[in-house]
């Protein structure tokens, strides 16, 4: 392949990578489609009809998307248990499809234990869902008795094509899931950085596109950060790397998002609100004019685009002196070397290209492994004995082990939300028995659907309608379809294989979008069994419609979580996360024995992830209580801004050990307790639905520091950086009190 050849597919995976990171929607729905083409070819070659190719489509697509574990013996294990579990499900279906009555109350109780089996884990869900899916592909195909063994046949072919779909045409593993993780990192990093030049460039009428741009270039950097975290444990070869990787990440991303706004405050006459970064419309710092033109911003410019090769290219043939004269020259800003003459606001941005340089360094070595130091300055000499430091120091932690104590009884979620299906399936057999008393099980099909994966009434409600206007637009496009289609069987089997590529590809992205091409599927495999009519796909929406009522139903009806009351929870969660990480932080700041410091911010992103899914129903533009979505919009920006700065200050804690420039400094510890006290007067204002608290507030972070002395200064480089972040803290805190009525005490005059 010539040079430019290989650019153009390295730019082609890059851009692939970042839009899909990992490529893990697009190798799910590439192995699907191979297992369903391949237990098709099978069944075409055994010559089976086209019921027993529909039936044959639905398990191998069923046995392929529900295996979940990450683990490849375990996925072996879970799916020879799934075949047996198929087959009794199969046998059932046909023997209980004449029987109306039995037939309903076995289907209702087989749904019941197929969504309590989720408290069993991986494994639990996956076998639930077999046998839930498969009796209703039984019912679906009118399976018999009599049509039983060429049916255990179809279904024994599916699995085993299912098998060699995952394991040998499609394989996958942790490692390569990291690896490719780790190329959507950079990938989106490289593209961040793209979009920070151009807000440099910004002129006053694209200064809000820009803006936006970077913003939503900074949310999916870090949406591939957590996918990182999550794969950690598996893809590496022992806990000490996974948490040298989990740093290297962490520094990396706290650079990223600080460059931001050093750019924006570089841009304007104040420094810009975290705040900016977060909210769709917060405000931008004053007085951003035109963009400057002199020499230091050139200079800037180019080095932006330095920093964006350093990301996405390494070292080879004709290109690692070239990288190492880049990555040196970025290095030595950190250390004040070669700064332009330009204002202290713009020379913080070449620091924070320096910071983010070392980030980028530190993140090589720790994916990659030991790089050539035959052209390092002094400077990046510096920063990477920085790094071994930490890494050494890394190395020698131990981790403390926790302990997770669930809730019992009906207050277990899966049990909840059992009974609760249960229920809303019972009353969609009845509805749908009346619409149709041949595809009733449409309606129980939605009651179910709407209740995976979602954890209170709002996102059943906005699961429902999102599926109704999915299953609207497939009808219609099933319509069109089954005319262009006709009896063309194999035209129609390859339209089927585009359209499950594309609901695997789609579904985490827009359920919307996945519910069209499923009814767009079956619309296909309505045509394929000879069955297809316009008032058999307007029954599929009367059907749709009413699962998803019953489901509302039942979740509003029996054992109901409200939306407000799981995002209180939520919110509880997640400032109990954050109080622990500005506490452990500013302790290890203060000299407190050293902990793990990355572990606990990684907590805190997965509960303020947790509470951004939890408030998408009251976010929603059909949510007809406008100043409610705004509140839960600010309350998530600003939650992301204080985890902004509760992450940058562990990342500096974290240096303290190993260091040789940065030590302890004891005042920082009270300089954190106010703000740590707010955000437990918060929390539990928000458990206690109102308990009496008062925010506390005064002099500046800064301030509450003891006076310095001559051979003490009042702080330095390094502290006057985390009292940055500390203020921050403080603003942004006191700000969540006042939409959630927490009472403020103003400072005595």
């Known amino acids: 392949m010539s040079t430019a050849g290989r650019s153009a597919w390295a730019e082609l995976r890059g851009r692939l990578s970042a839009a899909d990171p990992g490529l893990l929607r697009f190798t799910a729905g590439l192995r699907t489609v191979t297992s ?11 010559r089976t009809g086209v019921t027993h190719l529909v039936a044959g489509a639905i398990t191998a697509m069923v046995a392929t998307f529900a295996i979940r574990e990450k683990g490849r013996p375990e996925q072996a294990v879970t799916l020879a248990l799934g075949l047996p579990v198929a087959l009794a499900s199969m046998s059932l279906g046909a023997l209980l499809n004449a029987r109306v009555v039995t037939g309903d109350l076995f289907f209702v109780a087989l749904i019941f234990c197929a969504v309590y089996s989720r408290r069993f884990g991986d494994r639990g869900t996956a076998l639930g869902l077999i046998g839930f899916q498969i009796y209703f592909a039984s019912l679906f195909v009118h399976a018999t008795v009599a049509a039983l063994p060429g049916l255990y046949l179809t279904i024994t072919v599916a699995f085993g094509c299912a098998a060699v779909a995952r394991f040998v045409l499609v394989r996958e593993t942790s490692e390569g899931i990291l690896d490719r993780l780790r190329r959507a990192f950079r990938a989106r990093f490289a593209q961040l950085v793209s979009a920070q030049a151009e807000l440099l460039d910004a002129g006053p009428d694209e200064l809000d596109k820009a803006v936006e741009e970077v913003r939503v270039r900074t949310a999916r950097l870090h949406e591939t950060a957590l996918l990182i975290q999550g794969r950690l444990a598996d893809g590496t070869s022992d806990d000490a790397t996974a948490r040298l990787v989990q740093r290297r990440i962490a520094d990396a991303e706290i650079a990223a998002e600080r460059l931001g706004l050093l750019l924006l405050t570089a841009r304007g006459t104040e420094r810009a609100n975290t705040l900016t970064l977060h909210l769709p419309g917060a405000p931008l710092p004053s007085a951003l004019g035109e963009p400057v033109r002199d020499e230091a911003m050139e200079r800037l410019r180019l080095d932006l685009e330095a920093l964006r090769l350093l990301v996405l290219r390494s070292g080879g043939p004709g290109k690692g002196t070239a990288l190492a004269r880049l ?7 950190r250390e004040g070397e070669n700064l332009p003459a330009a204002s202290p606001a713009v020379q913080d941005v070449f620091r924070g290209i320096g910071e983010a340089g070392r980030a980028v360094l530190g993140l090589r070595i720790a994916l990659d492994g030991p790089q050539d130091e035959s052209d390092d300055t002094p400077a990046t000499s510096r920063s990477r004995e920085e790094l071994d430091a930490e890494d050494a120091a890394i190395e020698g932690a131990e981790e403390a082990d926790r302990e997770t104590v669930g809730a019992t009884g009906l207050r277990r979620p899966t049990t909840r939300a059992a009974v609760q299906v249960a229920v809303g399936s019972s009353l969609a057999v009845v509805g749908g028995e009346f619409l149709s008393a041949q595809r009733w099980y449409w309606a129980v099909l939605t009651c179910w659907i709407v209740f995976l994966n979602t954890a209170s009434t709002g996102e059943i409600l906005v699961k429902g309608y999102r599926r109704l206007l999915g299953t609207v637009l497939g009808v219609v496009a099933g319509i069109l379809l089954a005319g262009l ?4 069987t194999w035209t129609a089997f390859g339209l089927v294989l585009l359209f499950i590529f594309a609901m695997f590809y789609s579904a985490p992205v827009s359920y919307t979008l996945m519910s069209f091409f499923v009814t767009a599927m079956l619309g296909l495999l309505y045509t394929l069994l000879n069955t297809y009519s316009l008032d058999v796909l307007v029954l599929r929406v009367e059907e749709t419609a009413l699962g998803a009522v019953c489901g509302v139903i039942a979740a509003a009806v029996v054992l109901p979580v409200h939306t407000a009351r799981r995002t209180d929870d939520l919110l509880v969660t997640t400032l109990d996360r954050l109080a622990d990480v500005i506490r452990a932080a500013t302790d290890q700041l203060a000299g407190a024995p050293p902990v793990d410091l990355v572990e606990k911010a990684r907590e805190l992103d997965q509960a303020l992830a947790d509470l951004a899914a939890a408030v998408q129903p009251l976010t929603h533009p059909i949510t007809p209580l406008r ?3 705004d509140t839960a919009r600010y309350l998530v920006a600003l939650l992301e801004t204080c985890a902004y700065h509760a992450r940058s200050l562990a990342a500096t804690a974290e240096l303290l050990p190993s260091h040789p420039s940065i030590s302890a400094d004891p005042r920082l510890r009270g300089a954190g307790r106010r703000i740590v006290h707010n955000i437990e007067t ?7 639905g109102g308990a009496d608290g008062e925010i506390e507030t005064g002099p500046s972070i800064a301030s509450t520091l003891e006076p310095g002395t001559l051979r003490a200064p009042r702080y330095g480089r390094v502290t006057d950086r985390v009292l940055r972040h500390l203020q921050r803290l403080d603003e942004s805190v006191t ?11 103003r400072p005595a005059p």
């Open 36 to 46: 369903v083409a391949l237990t098709l070819a099978v069944l075409a070659a055994l």
């Open 327 to 333: 990555r040196n020259r970025l290095l030595g800003y």
């Open 485 to 488: 289609v006709g009896h063309h």
């Open 627 to 629: 100043s409610r979505r």
């Open 682 to 688: 918060i929390a539990a204002h928000v458990a206690g």
């Open 735 to 745: 700000g969540l009190a006042r939409p959630l009525g927490v009472p403020v005490r």
